[in-house]
């Protein structure tokens, strides 16, 4: 397959270079090898696009709700037919096993498509009587959106932030991660087949730079950021000065709970989702794996049995589940904190070495006797590697889980359900699982609290994030005035 896209940026319902943008190489982490030559937005380049999503919003706009949701469903199904060639883009895009990405990436893109196509039509206002008077909302759009994206879910992000956004009238300008930034030029292709007018969605490559200039530019209402929080407290204060919407998809540290009652294949299944999927490249992970200490032998026993399970290699290779790091920076911070886990006295359970070769492959790591003030334990480390904390109570689990500047995703494996619902009602965290880890239904609210976010994506709550309401007062009868 071409890795190589056509021109750079997609803007207007076209393919746009500019070859005077900073080079932007993109490698198969696989391989550590080049795979395709981008260029960066040039101030000329961002204009074209925002001028693009300006003039195209209010046609967008004007069409019936229903005739944006079948664009976006048929959007849904041309990703659907066309999974294999998208998981395999995605695969040299973000080095995750295509075993992961034929059935996380396009198809999660898909539902969210589908879901907010299908979604569309019941965005309505509502009738407030006043007497003889009455008052009626309009669900408006917000106007021009810009998405920013994160490295580990480049198809995903693109279509949870142009799903919702589109299906409430709003023009996008999308810009992807650096590292990746292959698979978002697809869904803007796809999105202009599935007869979205030009202009309505747009991406533009870039670093940090390109990002923050799109932020600031006056015609833009509202900024989606998928990243990290020190990127998102940047994103948010320049949304601020102009005082835009904002949705932030930021980085956590989030605690998974499994009692001495827990089905044990269960807890070592949701720890393994919570913690080495993508190679642990989940924002949502539950890296502080808190473990009561009835349970902890067995199961560290049987976690350390089962990541004999893990095959790695070649990540086109379906047989392949365990892929490289999305960067050699990336394994060099990951590497740092294992390094870190060691000198600070934790227990290094399995793993905790690259492995040699081509390619940022770095081994599945578990740590036991991880306590609550270790770097690990603290920091979002964004790689393979767990965290297991021993404790005895409830009580005392539920203020360490909690004792923590993140907020975006916490869960609990216990047999006892009165035990599961008050935990789960105890977590700050925007996302809480029970007896599962790491599910993101495009029909339930994803999203952090405390420093992991705020706003909401997917479900029903994402039409909020995406829409203003207007309220518009009628009167029936004569007007009164003091004089
Ligand atoms: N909550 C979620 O839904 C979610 C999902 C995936 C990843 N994440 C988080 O993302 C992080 C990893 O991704 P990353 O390394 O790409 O994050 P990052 O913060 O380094 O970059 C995110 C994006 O922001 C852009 N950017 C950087 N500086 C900017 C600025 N000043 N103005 C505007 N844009 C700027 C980058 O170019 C990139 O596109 C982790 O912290 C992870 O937890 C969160």
């Avoid at 706009?61 to 229903?66: I, K, L, Q, R, V």
């Avoid at 892929?323 to 227990?347: L, Y």
């Avoid at 021993?390 to 359900?417: I, P, Q, W």
């Amino acid at each position: 397959m071409t890795t190589q896209p056509t021109a750079s940026h997609f803007i207007d319902g076209q393919y746009v270079e500019d070859t005077a943008g900073e080079v932007i190489d993109v490698i198969y982490p696989a391989t550590g090898k080049s795979i395709a030559t981008l260029h960066a937005a040039t101030p000329a380049i961002v204009e074209q696009a925002l001028a693009s999503a300006k003039r195209a919003q209010k046609e967008w706009a004007s069409w019936t709700a229903t005739d944006r949701g079948r664009v976006l469903r048929k959007a849904a199904d041309i990703m659907r037919e066309r999974n294999h060639e998208l998981s395999v883009l995605e695969t040299y895009d973000t080095g995750k096993p295509y075993q992961e990405t034929s059935v996380a990436d396009a198809t999660s893109g898909a539902e969210a498509l589908e879901y907010f196509g299908g979604l569309a039509a019941s965005i309505t206002g509502e009738h407030i009587q006043l007497g003889e008077d009455f008052v009626y909302t309009r669900r408006e759009p917000l106007g021009v959106c810009v998405g920013i994206g994160a490295w580990n879910y480049p198809t995903q992000i693109a279509c949870w932030k142009a799903a919702p956004a589109l299906a409430c009238g709003n023009a996008m300008v999308f810009k992807p991660s650096e590292m990746t930034p292959l698979c978002a030029l697809k869904v803007a292709e796809i999105l202009v087949e599935a007869g979205a007018p030009a202009g309505v969605y747009n991406v533009i490559q870039g670093y940090g730079a390109v990002g923050a200039s799109l932020i600031s530019d006056p015609r833009v209402d509202k900024v989606s950021l998928t990243g990290s929080v020190p990127t998102g407290r940047k994103v948010y204060a320049a949304a601020a000065e102009g005082m835009r919407h904002v949705t932030m998809e930021l980085g956590g540290k989030s605690p998974l709970v499994i009692f001495d009652d827990a089905d044990l294949e269960n807890a070592v299944s949701g720890a393994i989702l919570g913690n080495f999927y993508s190679t642990g490249q989940v924002c949502s992970n539950g890296t502080r794996v808190f473990v009561q200490k009835g349970i902890k032998d067995a199961f560290l026993k049987r976690m350390t049995e089962r990541l004999a399970g893990i095959k790695m290699g070649d990540p086109q290779d379906p047989d392949v589940n365990f892929g490289p790091m999305v960067s050699e920076r990336q394994r060099d911070i990951v590497e740092g904190f294992i390094a870190k886990g060691n000198e600070e006295g934790a227990t290094l359970v399995t793993g905790g070495k690259r492995v040699d070769g081509e390619g940022f492959y770095l081994e599945a790591t578990v740590f036991a006797d991880v306590t609550d003030g270790m770097t690990i334990a603290r920091d979002e480390i964004f790689g393979p590697v767990m965290s297991v904390l021993d404790f005895d109570t409830e009580e005392e689990v539920l203020e360490r889980a909690n004792a923590t500047e993140f907020g975006l995703a916490a869960g609990v494996f216990t047999a006892d359900l009165t035990r599961a619902h008050r935990m789960a009602a105890g977590f700050e965290a925007g996302t809480c699982y029970i007896n599962t880890y790491n599910l993101a239904p495009v029909e339930a609210p994803f999203g952090g609290s405390k420093m992991s976010g705020v706003g909401r994506e997917n479900s029903k709550a994402a039409i909020e994030h995406y829409s203003q309401i207007k309220g518009v007062y009628v009167a029936m009868g004569e007007v009164e005035a003091p004089f």
